[in-house]
Each structure stands twice: as structure tokens, then as C-alpha cells.
């Protein structure tokens, strides 16, 4: 009797060591601390890469895929004419502090984005709303002042989701949204914590806790997901570590692509910037293959204007500025600028960023221009750079997808401005017809392309780094997103 109870309970202990064994948290490795977890109130990918999908959702969203799936919005209709969207949303969603989600949600989260003191990055996402009415509750019908194509795509940005009133004042430090997981803690420096919501209206997600740990250190990155003190590493700073991994059974690379358009940015309105010659010589200037093997190791994909090739009408201008040293003399010369020119090149965190400047610095010595780098932090480059547009040049990827309405704004920390360009992306968002839209985005990047407001580099390739036993990690980036809906382990 007492060796059957002794097996029996043996039995019991190997039952609950299994279950206690079953790993159902992950540690996701991030690069960038976002500066507020609100993406309705800072323009920092990071932002998003924390909360989209996993504590905000919007009417829709975008998948893995870059399509446009149903989100709070089950299903919506569209009016002949483009004009009007009948979204019907989904019952029964409740906020993470309780807040029911109807229509009068809706009626306030794009009123508060299109106001006068809105604080949202992509504020004109929705200036064509001409209004939002009720019905119902259940129902939310969207007027537009002008047909635009990208609507619906534009409603699934993170800058789109939807925001309780009792929480958009607290939202930069206690986000509350509608979505899987809900935020836990914040521990600045280190890492942000987030975990299962139990009443989530949908499916439940595998996973009961994530913790974004934030490294900006390559060498660093790269002992933390080796020790296993992180589980994935989605955009991983060490490039030249990556065939490593690649040897080890026990991790996964996944190389895919993002909406990463770096640029040398170029402060358009600071001499010499504002003479179109001197950013073609600069364009000339930079071998673009040779830059991606200096600071990618390889990963990335030329461009010639401020589209990556896997967008819709994607044309390729990777040919119009050819490294050519000579030619960017030449056009230096007749710009008035003479050897020893200096320029200052801020640089922030990033790899591409950091390594990228000291290989382009290197580049333009050869041209008579000296770069004097300047490494700064995030934060600092949040300020200075894209808020007081108090720069010469700068290295930034812009990782929103499809973003060519960034040139035609009237104000933006690049400070480019073209009547003619403004006109084009005018009939661009108007147009209806697909074969016009196509026609007017190859426009749109070959005006890019001739003014040369910005260095077009490369796409940012995402090249990320994980347990081999995690599954469901999106292989491509086509907006910021680690979303941890559908990650699990495997059994």
C-alpha cells in the first residue's frame, strides 16, 4: 500500500512539475525605450512596437501581411462615391479599466486626434473626416470631405486606435486599451512588463505575460539572447553576429523586410541643404551597396526615393544617383562649396544609424566634405532633431508604412516644401481609381527622387533572432509592431 501511494504521488509531482514547466511568458528584446506608451501622443516607432495590437486596437488593423484585417470594426460598407464608411463594431468590448467600447468611443478618440491641440503625429491621417455620427451604439458612420484611398489602411496605424476618456491623460505612463494584454509596470531604463487580459472580448492570447526589455548595445544584445535572458530579439542590433545564430540549433533567425525607409535627412531649410544641388551631390556621394555591408552586414535593399520594393507601386530609382564621386565635386563646385566643407551628423542609438554614419563620414571625406559625428540619445534626437528641427543631417529609418504624405505637410523636421509635390499627393489621395493611383504614386517618388530632399539609402531589412521554440513571430514589419497576439511555445 505504501509503495503504490509512494508511485501514485511520484506520478502526481512529474503532472505538476510538467505543468509548472510550461512556458508561457517571453522576454522580447528592443533596441529603442520608447519615450510615452501612447502612441496617440509621440511619433517614436517604439511606442508602437510595445502597444500595438497587444494593449490598443483601432476599427482595423494591419497583419503580418500588410493587410488590412477587421479590428474593433467586425465588418464596414462603403458608399459608391467613397465618402461614407459604415463600420459595425463588434459588442460587448470593455477597456482594461472597464470602460464599455461603442460608438461614442469612436466619436471621441478621431475628434480628439483631428482637434486643434491634438498631440498625434499623423494628426492629418484624419483631417479628410468630415464626421462621425451614431446610429447606434453598435454602429459608427464615417463621413469623409473627399475620397481617400488609403482609409481604411490608415484607420489600422497605431496613431489610430481607440482611447478611453477616463485614461488619455495617463496614458504616456498607464496605457489602457481594449486589447490582449494589459500593462503591468513600467521600469524605466530596463524594461516595460505586460500581461494576460482575462476579459479580452476575443481570443485568448498563448502567452500570460510579455517583458519588452530594452539593449541598446550590440554586444550586449547578443550575450542576453545567447543566455537566454532574452527569448526574441525581432530587430537585432548586431548584424555581424547573425551567422552565429544561424549555427545554433537552439535559436531561429528570421530575416524579413520592414517599412524602414533609412534616409540621410537633410535640414532642407539650413544652407547648404536648401540648394537642390548640394543633397544630389550628396546622393552621388554615397555607394549605397557598400554602406548596407559597412553597417548591415549585408542586410537591406538599395532605394532612390522614400519607398521600400514591397509597396504597391513600387518603381525603382536605386539608378538616378550612381556612386559617382566626380559628379557630386562637379555639382559641389557649381553650389559654391569648397573643399573642407563642414557638416554636422547627429546620430542616434541605432546601428544603421551609428556604424552608417562613420561609413558615410568616410564617403563624403572623399568628396572635400567633413561629417563631424555626434552620438546622442533617443530622447535627445525626439527634442532636438525631429521636434525643433535643429539639425544639419541626420541617419533615421522611418518605419510607417507608405508615409509619402510626410513631404507634402506643411510642416515637418526635414522642412521640405513643393507646391508641385503637395499637388501630386493631392490627386494621389483623391483618386479612386487604381490604375490612377498607381500612376500618381510613381510620380510621387520620382518628384521625390529629382528634389532629393533626403538621401535615400536603404530598406531596412528585419533581421531578428529567437528561441527555436517560439512560434508565431511576424517575419516581416509592415507597420511597428511586436504583436504577441498569436506567439507561443512549442509543446
Known amino acids: 500500500m505504501t509503495k503504490l501511494l ?6 502526481t509531482l512529474l503532472i505538476g512539475a510538467g505543468v ?15 519615450p510615452g506608451l501612447d502612441p496617440t501622443a509621440g511619433a517614436a516607432s517604439a511606442i508602437r512596437e510595445v502597444t500595438y495590437a497587444n494593449i490598443y486596437e483601432g476599427l482595423t488593423r494591419i497583419d503580418a501581411k500588410g493587410e488590412v484585417q477587421a479590428g474593433l470594426a467586425e465588418s464596414w460598407k462603403i458608399s459608391p462615391d467613397g465618402l461614407t464608411y459604415t463600420f459595425k463594431l463588434i459588442h460587448g468590448v470593455k477597456f482594461h479599466d472597464g470602460t464599455p467600447f461603442d460608438c461614442s468611443i469612436v466619436q471621441f478618440s478621431y475628434g480628439r486626434a483631428v482637434a486643434a491641440d491634438s498631440t498625434n503625429a499623423q494628426k492629418q491621417l484624419f483631417e479628410p473626416i468630415a464626421s462621425t455620427d451614431c446610429p447606434d451604439a453598435s454602429t459608427a458612420v464615417i463621413k469623409l470631405k473627399r475620397p481617400t484611398a488609403l482609409f481604411l489602411f490608415d484607420m489600422g496605424w497605431g496613431d489610430a486606435v481607440m482611447l478611453s476618456p477616463k485614461s488619455v491623460a495617463t496614458n ?3 496605457p489602457v486599451g481594449t486589447g490582449p494584454f494589459k500593462f503591468k509596470q513600467w521600469i524605466p531604463g530596463d524594461r516595460v512588463e ?11 492570447p498563448k502567452l500570460a505575460a510579455v517583458t519588452f526589455k530594452f539593449v541598446a548595445d550590440p554586444s550586449s544584445a547578443t550575450a542576453a539572447v545567447l543566455a537566454g535572458d532574452i527569448d526574441a530579439f525581432p530587430l537585432f542590433p548586431a548584424p555581424e553576429a547573425i551567422d552565429q545564430f544561424k549555427a545554433n540549433a537552439n535559436f531561429a533567425v528570421h530575416t524579413g523586410t520592414t517599412e524602414g525607409k533609412t534616409i540621410l535627412a537633410l535640414n532642407n531649410t539650413r544652407k547648404p541643404f536648401d540648394d537642390v544641388r548640394v543633397r544630389q551631390a550628396l546622393a552621388y556621394a554615397i555607394d549605397r551597396k557598400a554602406l548596407i555591408e559597412g553597417a548591415q552586414s549585408g542586410y537591406g535593399a538599395p532605394i532612390g526615393s522614400h519607398y521600400t520594393p514591397g509597396d504597391p507601386g513600387y518603381i525603382d530609382l536605386t539608378g538616378v544617383y550612381p556612386y559617382n564621386p566626380a559628379k557630386a565635386k562637379e555639382l559641389l563646385a557649381a553650389a559654391g562649396i ?16 551609428r556604424r552608417g554614419g562613420e561609413v558615410i563620414a568616410a564617403m563624403l571625406e572623399q568628396v572635400g566634405i567633413t561629417a563631424k559625428l555626434v552620438p546622442i540619445e533617443w530622447g535627445q534626437w525626439l527634442d532636438q532633431v525631429f521636434t525643433r528641427t535643429d539639425f544639419d543631417a541626420t541617419i533615421i529609418s522611418h518605419t510607417e508604412a507608405r508615409d509619402l504624405d510626410i513631404y507634402a505637410r506643411d510642416k515637418y523636421y526635414f522642412n521640405y516644401s513643393s507646391a508641385e509635390y503637395k499637388a501630386l499627393y493631392k490627386k494621389f489621395v483623391e483618386a479612386t481609381d487604381p490604375v490612377t493611383q498607381t500612376a500618381l504614386v510613381a510620380a510621387l517618388q520620382t518628384k521625390l527622387s ?16 529567437a528561441n527555436a521554440k517560439l512560434k508565431g513571430l511576424w517575419d516581416n514589419d509592415p507597420v511597428p509592431a511586436n504583436d504577441m497576439t498569436g506567439v507561443s511555445w512549442a509543446e
Do not use: C, H, S
Open 172 to 174: 504616456k505612463t498607464n
Open 6 to 11: 509512494a508511485v501514485a504521488l511520484a506520478g
Open 194 to 204: 505586460l500581461e494576460r487580459n482575462p476579459e479580452y472580448w476575443g481570443a485568448q
Open 338 to 353: 569648397k573643399p573642407g566643407f563642414t557638416i554636422t551628423l547627429q546620430l542616434p542609438p541605432p546601428t544603421y544609424a
Open 450 to 465: 529629382q528634389d532629393e530632399p533626403n538621401v535615400f539609402l536603404f530598406a531596412l531589412a528585419k533581421v531578428g533572432v
Open 20 to 34: 509548472a514547466n510550461a512556458k508561457d511568458t517571453i522576454t522580447v528584446g528592443m533596441v529603442l525605450e520608447p
